[in-house]
């Protein structure tokens, strides 16, 4: 196998902050507008499911704007590793909290997503099923600890390379 010294700009680093950028200025208008349908022209017999569907679209929202200009990673394949390049780096933001940011945001929007597939299920088969075995909000609640372990193994990684490299 041999590398190549051919240089493209559609696979530089450049080009890939670029689209996330020009993607984040045309999704924050669709996302805001697909909020206020939900919120203002959800008819009155889906009353329901509003709030809930309001709640997978908020997290949906808010992961595409962490990944697309707040994060904006470049993955570097087939090696499993990367960087940042949005707006988390120019602020200068620790990678393991951006990393971090990134997995609640997954758990939250994949959470909310099945609260919502749950509430349907439930609404038509019967709301007074589901209220027996009503288990959704603690499967929303375990996504945090398990997040927050990932940045303490980050730190103490980060605690233990400072002391390598001072000695």
Not at 139 to 152: A, E, F, G, H, K
Request: charge should be positive; proline fraction near 4%; glycine fraction near 4%.
């Amino acid at each position: 196998m041999s590398c190549s010294d051919e240089y493209s700009y559609f696979s530089s680093a450049d080009f890939m902050a670029s689209a996330f950028h020009v993607l984040t200025s045309i999704e924050v208008p669709v996302h805001i507008f697909v909020g206020y349908v939900i919120l203002f022209k959800t008819p009155s017999r889906m009353g329901n499911v509003k709030w809930f569907m309001f709640h997978v679209h908020f997290w949906s929202a808010i992961l595409d704007v962490s990944f697309t200009f707040l994060v904006t990673p470049y993955f570097i394949f087939p090696a499993t590793a990367g960087y940042s390049l949005g707006a988390f780096i120019w602020i200068g933001l620790d990678p393991a909290i951006q990393v971090t940011v990134l997995v609640v945001e997954i758990g939250s929007t994949s959470n909310s997503a099945m609260l919502l597939q749950r509430t349907n299920i439930c609404l038509h088969l019967g709301l007074h099923r589901c209220r027996k075995n009503h288990n959704a909000k603690v499967n929303y609640r375990v996504q945090l600890p398990r997040s927050t372990s990932i940045l303490d193994i980050s730190k103490s990684y980060q605690a233990n390379e400072k002391r390598c490299t001072l000695s």
